[in-house]
């Protein structure tokens, strides 16, 4: 068994955590946003937009069937191992709320946003959606080609160019 310290440093590691994760959907979608605005062609990244949907679609569907955030569970286990005191009927976003502002909201206001945001990231996704070009696909399939295939099985590269430049076309 550790020392209470030590569970006290890990309930702040995953508080950490929860908030970076909360960071990563509120301000992956403000960037997404502005991305498109100025059309930036990072913000259309199949990976990057999957990720943040499913992201923030996780938050959403917990709270819709009433599961607590397993990273909440976390760190109030961990803080009543270390001997703090914990309010289990508080969310992570709540809490750092409360703290922040100093407002108490009742319950279904979190859901609300959370499920809103949701809707608002989905809506984005499906309305803006992102977009692997074609032609990063032809060249990563020629970098590819030229690392792993000796040089008389190039000829196939060929081919490759024409599809290129028909793309380009």
């Known amino acids: 068994?550790?020392?209470?310290?030590?569970?006290?440093?890990?309930a702040d590691i995953v508080a950490a955590i929860h908030f970076l994760y909360i960071?990563?959907?509120?301000?992956?979608?403000?960037?997404?946003?502005?991305g498109l605005f100025f059309n930036l062609a990072f913000v259309k990244s199949v990976?990057?937009?999957?990720?943040?949907l499913v992201a923030i679609?996780?938050?959403?569907i917990q709270r819709i069937a009433g599961v607590r955030c397993p990273l909440?569970?976390?760190e109030n286990h961990l803080n009543t191992l270390a001997g703090r005191t914990v309010n289990p009927d508080i969310t992570?976003?709540?809490r750092l709320l409360?703290?922040?502002?100093?407002?108490?909201?009742?319950?279904?206001?979190?859901?609300?946003?959370?499920?809103?945001?949701?809707?608002?990231?989905?809506l984005t996704f499906v309305l803006f959606p992102p977009k692997l070009r074609k032609l990063q696909l032809i060249r990563r399939a020629?970098?590819?080609?030229?690392?792993l295939l000796p040089e008389k099985f190039r000829a196939i590269d060929s081919i490759t160019n024409e599809r290129e430049n028909e793309i380009r076309q």
Do not use: D, K, N
């Open 23 to 34: 960071m990563f959907v509120v301000i992956g979608q403000i960037v997404i946003i502005m």
């Open 47 to 52: 990976i990057f937009r999957s990720t943040h």
């Open 92 to 94: 992570f976003l709540a």
């Open 98 to 122: 409360r703290e922040l502002t100093y407002y108490r909201f009742p319950s279904w206001t979190f859901t609300f946003m959370y499920v809103g945001f949701g809707v608002f990231v989905l």
């Open 57 to 60: 679609l996780i938050v959403a």
């Open 72 to 74: 909440t569970i976390l």
């Open 142 to 147: 020629r970098s590819l080609s030229e690392a």
């Open 1 to 10: 068994m550790l020392a209470p310290g030590h569970y006290g440093h890990m």
